[in-house]
């Protein structure tokens, strides 16, 4: 069964340095979204992506977040400028129609990110 | 805003057994999506099972049922004959496809330990 893919696991960054987490959707589907989930607390939404634009995005994904499908097939995740707060576990979750109940999210396995 | 609440941070079961995770949420939509998803120490989140708030019959998908109480606003998953691969983190989560369309909103999970 195809799989979202993400790399990397587990990243470790220093505060104030860039990072990009990377993601492969399954190759039919035709919406993108990142998740993170803080340790210990809820899986939140950040953003979602249609048609290479933005279609949505949270009060989390401010200015220091973009997102970019550089490719037919990768989805990434900028962060800017690391903040000791941005440590969590990343989910890139992809869905083929983006209506979430006929066509449900499909989660990759995320990426850890520890900013120290 | 939707809320949804897991009262039970951590459950356990004896294999084979029956146990049941709770769920409410809060919302003034009537018309929206309801979900359970299972997180493996594996990380990947996988689709449990889903109901439509207008249907009153409550989902079913082999060993895992809802109790669907819409006035209650509460949403439980009923795991029977459980077993070892049944042990994850399960979340409750609510989509409104009327609002936002790709904003799954969780609850913060129920830990689910089954004992053999």
């Known amino acids: 069964e195809p799989e979202v893919t993400q790399t990397p696991s587990h990243q470790v960054t220093q505060m104030g340095q860039e990072v990009i987490l990377r993601c492969v959707p399954i190759?039919?589907?035709?919406?993108f979204y990142w998740y993170r989930q803080i340790l210990g607390q809820k899986v939140e939404f950040l953003v979602s992506?249609?048609?290479?634009?933005?279609?949505?995005k949270s009060e989390i994904f401010d200015d220091q977040f973009s997102v970019e499908r550089p490719d037919g097939s990768n989805f990434t995740l900028k962060i800017r400028s690391t903040k000791l707060e941005d440590s969590a576990m990343y989910f890139c979750?992809?869905?083929?129609?983006?209506?979430?109940?006929?066509?449900?999210?499909?989660f990759g396995n995320g990426t850890r990110l520890t900013v120290t | 805003a939707q809320t949804v609440t897991q009262s039970q941070p951590e459950m356990s079961v004896q294999e084979a057994e029956t146990v049941t995770l709770s769920c409410t949420y809060d919302?003034?939509?009537?018309?929206?999506?309801l979900f359970w998803y299972k997180q493996p120490p594996s990380r990947q989140m996988i689709l449990v099972i889903r109901?439509?708030?207008?249907?009153?019959q409550n989902a079913t998908e082999n060993r895992f049922s809802v109790n669907f109480q819409k006035a209650a606003k509460s949403f439980s998953l009923k795991i029977s004959d459980s077993q070892l691969g049944d042990a994850a983190m399960y979340f409750c989560a609510f989509y409104n496809y009327g609002g936002s369309q790709g904003n799954l909103i969780f609850g913060k999970g129920t830990k689910l330990s089954v004992k053999p």
């Open positions: 979750a992809s869905s083929r129609l983006g209506h979430l109940y006929n066509s449900p999210l499909h």
């Open positions: 190759s039919n589907h035709l919406y």
């Open positions: 992506f249609y048609n290479n634009e933005i279609s949505e």
């Open positions: 919302t003034s939509e009537s018309d929206y999506y």
């Open positions: 109901q439509e708030a207008y249907k009153q």
